[in-house]
C-alpha cells in the first residue's frame, strides 16, 4: 500500500517544490519570450515589406511624373519652334515685298487746259520740247524711301528678337537632352527643325543687307 502510494507522495512533492515550480515557470517564460521575439521579427518584416512596396510606389510615381513633364516640354517646344516659324515666315514675306521696285510714275497724255507748256525752239531742227514730256523722268520720291528705311527697321528688328527666341529655344533643347538620349527621336525631330528655322535666319539677313 506504501509502495503504491510513494510516487503519487513524492509528484505532489515535486509539484510543490519551488525549485520544480521555478523550473517549470522558466521554462514558460522562455517559450513565451520565443513567441514575442517571433511575432516581432514578423511584424518588423512586414513592415520593412511594407515600406520597400511603398518606396517602389513612390518611385514608379516620380518616374511617371517626370515623363509626363518631359512630354508636356516636348509639346511646349515645338509649338515654341511653330511660333518662331510663323515669325520667319512673315519677315520673308516682307523683305520679298520691299525687295520689288517701285511702280514707275508714268504722267497722263492729256493735259489740262490750265497747263502751261514752255517750248524750246531749237534752231537746228526747230523741235518743241514741253516740260510735260521732261516729267517722264522717273524721280526718286523721298517720302517713298523714308518710309521703305521705316519699314526694314521694323522687320530687322522682328528678325533679331526672332533670332534671339530661337537660340533661346536651342538652349532648352540642351537642357533636355542631358534627361533623355541624345538619341531620342523626339529630340532629334527638334534639332531638325532647329536648323532649318536657322537657315531661314540666314537667308533673311543675307535679303536684309541687299536691301539696306
Do not use: C, Y
Amino acid at each position: 500500500m506504501l509502495k503504491k502510494g510513494l510516487p503519487i507522495l513524492l509528484a505532489g512533492m515535486l509539484v510543490a517544490s519551488p525549485t520544480f515550480a521555478a523550473k517549470h515557470d522558466g521554462k514558460h517564460v522562455e517559450k513565451s519570450h520565443v513567441i514575442v521575439k517571433k511575432e516581432e521579427a514578423n511584424k518588423k518584416q512586414l513592415l520593412a515589406q511594407k515600406k520597400k512596396e511603398e518606396k517602389k510606389k513612390q518611385e514608379l510615381a516620380k518616374q511617371k511624373k517626370e515623363q509626363q513633364m518631359l512630354k508636356n516640354k516636348l509639346v511646349e517646344l515645338n509649338k515654341k519652334l511653330g511660333k518662331i516659324e510663323l515669325r520667319l515666315d512673315e519677315v520673308t514675306a516682307a523683305l520679298a515685298a520691299l525687295s520689288m521696285p517701285n511702280e514707275q510714275l508714268i504722267p497722263n497724255e492729256k493735259t489740262d487746259e490750265n497747263e502751261q507748256t514752255t517750248e524750246v525752239v531749237n534752231e537746228q531742227n526747230s523741235t518743241a520740247v514741253t516740260t510735260t514730256e521732261q516729267s517722264t523722268v522717273v524721280q526718286v520720291d523721298e517720302e517713298d524711301e523714308a518710309e521703305k528705311q521705316e519699314e526694314l527697321d521694323k522687320w530687322i528688328g522682328k528678325l533679331i528678337s526672332t533670332s534671339n527666341q530661337l537660340k533661346a529655344v536651342k538652349n532648352e533643347i540642351r537642357a533636355l537632352e542631358k534627361k533623355l538620349s541624345a538619341d531620342d527621336a523626339n529630340i532629334q525631330a527638334l534639332k531638325e527643325k532647329v536648323k532649318t528655322l536657322e537657315e531661314k535666319v540666314q537667308q533673311n539677313k543675307k535679303k536684309l543687307l541687299e536691301l539696306i
